[in-house]
Nanobody, 126 residues
Framework: QVQLVESGGGSVQAGGSLRLSCAAS???????MGWFRQAPGKEREGVTA????????IYADSVKGRFTISQDNAEITMYLQMNNLKPEDTAMYYC????????????????????WGQGTQVTVSS
């Protein structure tokens, strides 16, 4: 079993930046690792992910050019740098990982992820 712990959320004004971190309890052989978010009353949506053992990345259209996913060399900590934040980015942000093969076909689909963090809140005011 692997635990994921997010940190770095907070409140910022529009145009500001935040950096989220996701620490895994140990290194493991994952197929996909990514960030998801869920705003009140909305479905959980994929923001960005590494897949195929981090050889590829994918971003949701809504965050392209503003958000950047990265990881440390040990692949234990994953980061999400969020720049030029907008009020519509307000949500609970979750990191997630999967060791299953399925996620590599649709890495922004939350149903294919099996390990989840507890979430960290991001609030962007206008």
């Amino acid at each position: 079993q692997v635990q994921l712990v997010e940190s770095g959320g907070g409140s910022v004004q529009a145009g500001g930046s935040l950096r989220l971190s996701c620490a895994a309890s140990r290194s493991f052989n994952w197929s996909c690792m990514g960030w998801f978010r869920q705003a009140p009353g909305k479905e959980r949506e994929g923001v960005t992910a590494f897949y195929t053992n981090a050889r590829h990345t994918i971003y949701a259209d809504s965050v392209k050019g503003r958000f950047t996913i990265s990881q440390d060399n040990a692949e234990i900590t994953m980061y999400l740098q969020m720049n030029n934040l907008k009020p519509e980015d307000t949500a609970m942000y979750y990191c997630a990982a999967s060791s299953q093969f399925n996620c590599m076909f649709r890495p922004l689909t939350h149903e294919d992820y099996h390990y989840w963090g507890q979430g960290t809140q991001v609030t962007v005011s206008s």
